[in-house]
């Protein structure tokens, strides 16, 4: 284990999770380690979720299409006392980092709520290098 991670463990750092990592075998790293997500990376989780699901469906492939949706269920099983909730003050400070450093909504309310809470975003997404002066960001 390298120094830095054994320090944020020792330290109890929280690690933000981000969409990606869901989608990652990576977040089987995180899940012994103390994260969270907020309750919009999990809407945008759902949505991409329910449209895989929707596909499937539609292409006959109701198996996959329900590998989907328990997928779904691990992951709301695994998160449900690891939810953030964003507030309206979360949003309205987002606005100047969507504007400011082009990124995306999800991902300045992410860096809002990690600054808030003092945590490490956890991803691959690299318009997070845009706002690296702002919050921690790691790429497992």
Same mark, same amino acid.
């Given at each position: 284990?390298?120094?830095?991670?054994?320090?944020?463990?020792?330290?109890?750092?929280?690690?933000?999770?981000?969409?990606? %990592?869901?989608? $990652?075998? #990576?977040?089987?790293?995180?899940?012994?380690?103390?994260?969270? %997500?907020?309750? @919009?990376?999990?809407?945008?989780?759902?949505?991409? %979720?329910?449209?895989?699901? !929707?596909? !499937?469906?539609?292409?006959?492939?109701?198996?996959?299409?329900?590998?989907?949706?328990?997928?779904?269920?691990?992951?709301? *099983?695994? !998160? #449900?006392? $690891?939810?953030?909730?964003?507030? #309206?003050? &979360?949003?309205?400070?987002?606005?100047?980092? @969507?504007?400011?450093?082009?990124? *995306?909504?999800? &991902?300045? @309310? *992410?860096?809002?709520?990690?600054? #808030? !809470? *003092?945590?490490? @975003?956890? $991803?691959?997404?690299?318009?997070? &290098?845009?706002?690296?002066?702002?919050?921690?960001? %790691?790429?497992?």
């Amino acid at each position: 284990m390298s120094n830095e991670k054994e320090k944020e463990e020792k330290n109890g750092k929280i690690h933000l999770i981000d969409t990606d %990592i869901l989608f $990652s075998k #990576k977040y089987l790293n995180f899940r012994e380690k103390e994260y969270r %997500i907020t309750n @919009i990376t999990l809407y945008e989780f759902i949505v991409v %979720i329910r449209n895989k699901y !929707m596909e !499937m469906m539609k292409k006959g492939h109701k198996d996959r299409a329900k590998g989907y949706l328990n997928f779904l269920k691990l992951i709301k *099983n695994e !998160m #449900k006392n $690891s939810i953030i909730d964003v507030n #309206k003050d &979360d949003i309205l400070k987002a606005i100047d980092i @969507i504007f400011e450093r082009e990124i *995306n909504v999800g &991902d300045a @309310i *992410n860096v809002v709520i990690a600054r #808030k !809470m *003092n945590a490490t @975003i956890v $991803s691959n997404d690299k318009d997070y &290098d845009r706002v690296k002066d702002l919050v921690e960001v %790691i790429r497992p």
